[in-house]
């Protein structure tokens, strides 16, 4: 059977175990994408988006018209389980010690003739083995009816692991030039020229209009590569690597120039962000590479450090609950704190003359982290967050956070919108306070504090004596019984109840209170989410703001109303008119 479903670091995947046709070649992409912007002048700047190769291998597989059956309803799966296939092109003898190509911690060995299999075996226990990439299918498998009973099948593999689990390069050191050994086939080769300028008709005249004419004038050119052992096969790759992909440029011949002198040789880099090897066997491969003139400017750096970012939520519960991520490829410590890689992004920042309006958005995928808690966007439109979800983002260069950190966008996060599994959330700055009223006193009769906030209660003192604490027996919709208590009817009316811990705690406005023969029942404003029977609760009555609350808990100098303003407004006296002339 070609397809087995395996148990790998404790995940389920596919595995794909079939001969593959070497007459249609195995084609590996070696990504290391980059960003690239270039300026009018040609002035380049380039970053690399992450460090460690990423491979998409395709290849054709021989089996057999019986297997067809079990392969067609194996792959339903394959929408959900990753799956793994052998690097084809590493496929050596177990009991070798020849080096491969790539490095990865899971190594398969294989008996083709009996289809028997072992994953992460010390001892040798087939003849075969080869390293497993482990990733998901980017395209639906083509199949496609052969003689004899045999069926090609054609799939694509797009490596989707963690980063601990990453095919790794069995590098060789190459210097800081094209290595030497690596003679391009120039009879395939092309050349052309890449500039921006763009002419278009403006008018009736014969003269076109001309726009980009002081950009850069570039030579790309294309080159077929024969590597016919490992060993160069090793050498290009690394190079690649270690020219971080598009990101820094290097000296190498011009088209069909073989002499050694500066005059044959120019500044190029790589074109492209991937490099395709096409396989005709193990350890032999050919590559068409595209490369683009990058000339040098002086005292400007072209080729960059890599920017990655930071995310610190934090849930401003009474017991703070955090959650740090990155959405680099691997983990990253920064002021002690480790940050995970998890799946998300932000947006553009936004400016304008209104600074509450300066939003970004926030974009995370389904995930659970190393805590095994979901995404915290997932905690506001699952749950409901009972209090701000501050977020603080940090931008660094991923080789050195804490000498490059720097606070990218700071603020909460608002609305919160889910399309499938991916969660959007608006984000506002300076934490919502903008919206804040201000001036925060209004001319009325009552109070302009909040109860027990910072003004009205700066010791904490009446907070202190007023909480009372129970244990919760039941809930049923919006009423919350606590056992042992006898406060009168009414009493918490217009008050606070807090229970739950960390992503648990609920926060609810108390409608009214009343005593029950066990003790007493808060109606609550809306149904908690959760059970918390047996858990202790929190809570405070409310003050009316009238002067006469605050003298009685003895805080008349924290007062902050006008008990003597006039119902009515002496400024604006009333007048009227008999508007009825007639006569009786």
Known sequence: MSLHTITLNGESLLLFLAPVDWAEGVAITHRLDA?????????????????????????????TGADVGTLREGLRSAARLRVAVPLWPDLLEAGTVAAGIYTVPNVLQWNMDTGAFAVNKAAVLHPLRAPLLVGRLSDEPEMEVLGGGLVAVTMKVVEDSPYDERIGLNAV??????????????????????????????????ERHVEGVESLVRMTQQANFVLPDAARIRRLLSFYRARRGRAESFVMPFCLQDGTTAIHHGRFRFAKDGLKLTYSAPGVAEAAVSFVE????????????????????????????????????????????????????????????????????????????????????????????????????????PAAPNDSASVYWRGSCGEVTPTGRLWKAKCV????????????????????????????????????????????????????????????????????????????????????????????????????????????ATFLPDCDGQPSRCKAYGNYARFRGFPFIPADNPTLPDSSVDMDYSKK
């Open 35 to 63: 960003e690239v912007e270039e300026g009018l002048t040609g002035l380049e700047s380039r970053r690399p988006r992450y460090g460690a190769l990423r491979l998409e291998m395709t290849f054709t597989a021989l089996v």
């Open 173 to 206: 050191d190459v210097g800081d030039d094209w290595p030497t050994d690596l003679q391009p086939d120039w009879k395939k080769n092309a050349v052309a020229i890449q500039h921006r300028a763009e002419a278009s008709q403006v008018g009736e005249g014969r």
């Open 294 to 397: 990058a000339p040098d400017f002086v005292g400007e750096t072209q080729a960059r450090a890599a920017v990655c970012y930071l995310f610190e939520f934090i849930y401003e519960v009474p017991s703070p609950v955090i959650y740090r991520y990155t959405n680099y490829e691997k983990p990253l410590v920064y002021a002690g704190h480790t940050y995970e890689p998890q799946k998300i992004e932000h947006g553009n920042r936004k400016q304008s003359t209104n600074p509450a309006k300066d939003e970004l958005t926030v974009t995370c995928g389904e995930f659970t982290d190393s805590l095994g808690r979901r995404n915290p966007l997932w905690q506001r439109v699952g749950h409901g967050l009972e209090r701000r979800l501050l977020l603080t983002v940090y931008a660094c260069n």
């Open 429 to 536: 700055p300076y934490a919502g306070r903008l919206d804040s009223m201000a001036p925060a006193t209004i001319l009325k009769s009552g109070c302009n504090n909040f109860f027990c906030d910072r003004v009205c209660d700066p010791a904490g003192t009446i907070r202190a004596a007023l909480t009372t604490t129970g244990t919760v027996s039941g809930a049923s919709g919006t009423v919350l019984k606590i056992a042992s208590l006898n406060h009168p009817d009414g009493y918490f009316a217009g008050g606070w109840v807090e229970v739950g811990e960390g992503d648990a705690h609920e926060f609810r406005a108390i409608q009214t209170s009343r005593k029950t023969t066990t003790g007493i029942e808060l109606i609550l404003q809306r149904p908690l989410l959760r059970s918390h029977t047996g858990e202790t």
